[in-house]
């Protein structure tokens, strides 16, 4: 379809549709559409249904990303007498890859939620619940996409604002409150000031497009100089407040600790994608002449984001009551400050090191992923998620403790975590190839940092059980169907990736724009 739209001055804008370029993120939000109204006539008995209805759904979005591999579709694209073709939806190879990242991370979440949201253990509505988790996918598989800054501002708030609710959805639950109430204000902190940020950028561009921005950006007249910096700055701002990137980090361990524990699964790998997705737009496309403003910025906030994130993990405490949950949380801090490390690399060297964030990312999701998963398994009998419940589970289940250690290996890059320790490499030599050799060295001292609560804690799944033989034996017989696939996928994710791990890497080498 292609309706062709006059202007004035005699130009004409021709806008095409693709709908086979935009059935993933679509049909997400059509099955999230159906599942709030089927909600309304499903009986109570039923409403395990609408569970599976939604993973149907997921299941279907990422089976719409096969025709789609050749890469080379856009839509929405005004033609007009520029040299560029302007588009706002492209589904180049970034954007399938972080698709299928975001759709596989909803689809594992939605996985963990069944039990949650049905029979005698229900802790979440149903109907609610599904709509606002598609919802956000939605959004979030929208963002890779977006390629001008209307639609990209747009799809961050639409994968945010039902996370606002999913974090505090269950009710009377102080802690879900008031983790919700950090989340939302942060959030709403980050987006009025991105918003501002791509204003003052439309202003003095006149364009919306970010191709278009890149090519206009560096010749903006000498009185919107200032307007365009400042611009350029506050839309980093917000982005880094999405990824939570220190400093803007303070709302992470506390929404994560009051949020169900699958959100926080999702919030930790689909909601920090989402936040360096955008990052990875807006500098690597948009803003290419500022690299001087925004490689140095990114580069100062990794090193602080990953030091933080490491020593703050190193000092829980394993017998505090959600130990577990705030370490993985800390965790995904750190984790966020090695993503972040080849896109400041690219200001010196070029977009080409964008995949070792992609590759990083692939492994990252993959196995933080299986780690809540098991976490959501052991807190079915000891609900407080302490790391201390996990010790001794060798014992009565060795199958989800070397799961758990495998994941947990990968996280720290050590073998047999192939893949964990392969993307860590990927992101130093970005560091080294760009220059960094700072940023190299310190990311070095971080991963032995890493090292030691990453360990301790895997060697407490071995260690024996003194007293809590009896829990963990429990957590064996109350295992679900859909929990156990949860851990099993996400497991089998990391071994094909540490077995074949060319898979991620070869985004390593390559330009995915």
């Not at 360096?276 to 990794?302: K, Q, R």
Request: aromatic share 10%; with cysteine; charged share 10%.
């Amino acid at each position: 379809m292609k309706p062709v739209l006059q202007l004035a001055q005699g130009a004409d804008l021709v806008q095409s549709v693709d709908w086979l370029a935009i059935a993933p993120p679509t049909l997400t939000a059509l099955v999230a559409l159906v599942v709030l109204v089927a909600d309304l006539f499903v009986p109570e008995a039923r409403k395990r249904l609408l569970g599976w209805t939604a993973i149907a759904g997921l299941a279907a979005a990422l089976a719409l990303l096969a025709p789609l591999r050749a890469a080379d579709r856009s839509t929405f694209c005004l033609t007009a007498a520029t040299e560029l073709r302007a588009c706002s939806y492209t589904a180049d190879t970034f954007t399938l890859v972080i698709q299928f990242l975001v759709l596989a991370g909803a689809l594992v979440t939605a996985l963990l939620s069944l039990d949650d949201t049905d029979g005698a253990r229900r802790k979440l509505p149903a109907g609610e619940y599904w709509f606002l988790l598609l919802s956000s996918a939605a959004g979030a598989a929208l963002l890779p996409a977006s390629r001008d800054l209307a639609t990209l501002v747009v799809a961050l708030e639409v994968a945010s604002l039902p996370a606002f609710a999913l974090v505090g959805l269950r009710r009377g639950d102080r802690l879900s409150g008031e983790a919700a109430l950090k989340f939302f204000l942060s959030s709403v902190t980050a987006t009025a000031v991105t918003l501002l940020g791509a204003s003052f950028v439309y202003a003095a561009t006149g364009t919306l497009h970010l191709t278009e921005i890149a090519q206009r950006l560096g010749d903006v007249p000498g009185q919107l100089q200032t307007l365009a910096q400042a611009g350029v700055v506050l839309t980093l701002v917000g982005f880094a407040f999405k990824t939570a990137a220190v400093p803007f980090h303070f709302w992470v361990p506390d929404t994560y600790v009051g949020a169900p524990l699958p959100v926080a699964a999702y919030l930790s790998v689909v909601g920090k994608v989402v936040g360096f997705t955008g990052i990875i737009l807006v500098t690597v496309v948009a803003f290419p002449s500022y690299a001087d403003v925004w490689g140095p910025a990114l580069a100062a906030l990794a090193a602080l984001t990953m030091t933080i994130g490491n020593v703050a993990a190193l000092r829980q405490v394993a017998t505090r009551a959600w130990s577990a949950v705030r370490l993985l949380a800390w965790s995904s801090v750190a984790q966020a400050g090695y993503l972040l490390v080849p896109i400041a690399a690219a200001a010196y060297s070029g977009d080409d090191q964008i995949g070792s964030t992609v590759a990083y990312a692939l492994m990252y999701a993959a196995v933080n992923l299986g780690a809540f998963a098991v976490v959501a398994l052991v807190a079915r009998t000891r609900p407080e998620a302490r790391i201390s419940d996990h010790r001794g589970l060798y014992a009565a289940s060795p199958a989800a403790a070397l799961v758990m250690a495998f994941f947990l290996l990968n996280l720290a890059g050590l073998p047999p975590g192939i893949i964990g320790l392969f993307a860590k490499v990927t992101v130093f030599s970005a560091a080294v190839d760009a220059g960094l050799g700072w940023l190299a060295v310190l990311m070095g001292l971080n991963v032995v940092i890493g090292l030691a609560y990453y360990l301790r804690w895997t060697a407490l799944l071995f260690r024996g059980p003194e007293g809590v033989t009896e829990g963990v034996a429990v957590v064996r017989m109350r295992a679900t169907v859909p929990v156990t696939l949860a851990v099993a996928l996400t497991a089998a994710a990391g071994v094909v990736l540490s077995g074949w791990p060319q898979f991620a890497l070869r985004y390593a080498s390559n330009s995915l724009f």
